[in-house]
């Protein structure tokens, strides 16, 4: 599985911003995807994730409300919609892909076998 994560930029306080993960290799409908980021000096963190079926997502507390998952099978892709950003939520985010037969998405990064590049989302106050 190949996973192009897109859609990162510098934004403003309060402003949203849509990434996307286009995964290719596999069928995607197969897959658990889960969001994370990471900044420099800190642990990868869970952010949110959705399971192969789009009835299942859930989400890290300090985006819920903020942050909602999708995913279009037809397009192999999800879609955070992340709003209301704030300074915190600068990061490097990553898309990962689980394999594993649930389908489910997981918060602990080491159930997924596939990674995307990450793109760089950064929120000026």
């Known amino acids: 599985v190949q996973l192009q994560a897109s859609g990162g930029g510098l934004v403003q306080a309060g402003d949203s911003l849509r990434l996307s993960c286009a995964a290719s290799?596999?069928?995607?409908?197969?897959?658990?995807m889960g969001w994370f980021r990471q900044t420099p000096g800190k642990e990868r963190e869970f952010v949110g994730g959705?399971?192969?079926?789009?009835?299942?997502?859930g989400y890290a507390d300090s985006v819920k409300e903020r942050f909602a998952m999708s995913r279009d099978d037809s397009r192999n892709t999800v879609y955070p919609q992340m709003n209301s950003l704030k300074p915190e939520d600068t990061a490097l985010y990553y898309c990962?892909?689980?394999?594993?037969?649930?389908?489910?998405?997981?918060?602990?990064?080491?159930?997924?076998?596939?990674w995307g590049q990450g793109t760089q989302v950064t929120v000026s106050s």
């Open positions: 290799g596999r069928t995607f409908s197969s897959l658990g």
């Open positions: 959705i399971s192969r079926s789009g009835s299942s997502s």
């Open positions: 990962a892909a689980s394999t594993r037969g649930d389908g489910l998405y997981y918060l602990d990064p080491a159930r997924y076998r596939y």
